[in-house]
């Protein structure tokens, strides 16, 4: 599952660590005074750890009057950038938004974050396109075994259920107070127009699976299956007949 992404690791990897030495060496002093060059190397490496010793960040340099001390800088430019195409390589490997990778997502949708909604929905998709199926077909089958459940078989057709993944965004308490409002106004003209009764629209808002923002069927895969099957065959005898 890593192996197609350890280039785009190794890549982050190295330029954290490149970036991290760059801002280790980032200032360097220069110190320059006559007869340095007639001095041997061990004489240069205890100037140098003298120098280094006495003249840190805030410290008061006392030199000659024909020495010298200067500070430079490693130049930084284009680091960003750099950063920024990293992060961007290593969200498209992974299918992740960089948001979402660093963290800085708190999965509260505000704003035009598209992005982070499209990464959100396509999680949703797989959730209940891949594994729902699997896990309403497990817990299917512990309802029938007779020993691992209550201590007898359940028909699973004789219980209402129905499998919920946890919601993995929400929306401000604003736009939520929006939504519901024009949900409210929308079932206030279908209850007009006959379409829907007020009980049907009670039972798909606040009936046994909470609030919801739309009309939905409760049921396993099993459920819809059957209903398929029973439209179906309803639209061979209208057709056949």
């Given at each position: ?25 980032f200032?360097f002093k ?6 340095i ?7 240069k490496y ?9 003249f840190?960040?805030e ?5 000659g ?22 992060w ?14 660093k963290g800085?997502?708190a ?9 982070v909604m499209?990464?959100y929905?396509?999680?949703?998709a ?16 512990l ?9 007898g ?5 004789s ?31 279908y ?5 829907v ?15 919801t ?24 005898e209208?057709?056949?007949?």
């Open positions: 599952m890593l192996e197609p992404l350890f280039d785009a690791i190794t890549v982050l990897d190295t330029s954290l660590w490149s970036v991290g030495q760059m801002l280790y060496d200032a220069v110190y320059k005074a006559e007869g060059e007639d001095m041997n190397t061990s004489e205890e100037l140098g750890m003298l120098m280094d010793f006495m840190r960040t410290a008061l340099a006392i030199i009057k024909e020495e010298e001390l200067d500070k430079k800088t490693t130049n930084l430019s284009g680091m960003k950038d750099l950063l920024d195409y990293v961007d390589y290593l969200s498209g490997a992974v299918r992740m938004p960089k948001t979402v990778i800085q997502e999965g509260t949708i505000a704003g035009a974050q598209y992005d499209n990464y929905s396509r999680i949703a797989m959730q209940e396109n891949e594994l729902k199926p699997h896990i309403e077909r497990l817990i299917r089958l309802l029938c075994s007779q020993d691992e459940v209550g201590g078989s359940i028909n699973p057709d219980h209402e259920w129905e499998i919920k993944f946890n919601p993995l965004w929400s929306v401000d308490s604003k736009t939520d107070a929006e939504i519901r409002k024009l949900v409210a106004e929308t079932d206030q003209i209850i007009g127009n006959g379409v009764a007020p009980d049907e629209v009670r039972q798909a808002r606040f009936g046994q699976f909470g609030l923002e739309e009309n939905k069927l409760s049921g396993d895969s099993v459920d819809w299956d059957a209903i398929a099957h029973e439209v179906y065959q309803a639209w061979r209208k057709h056949d007949g």
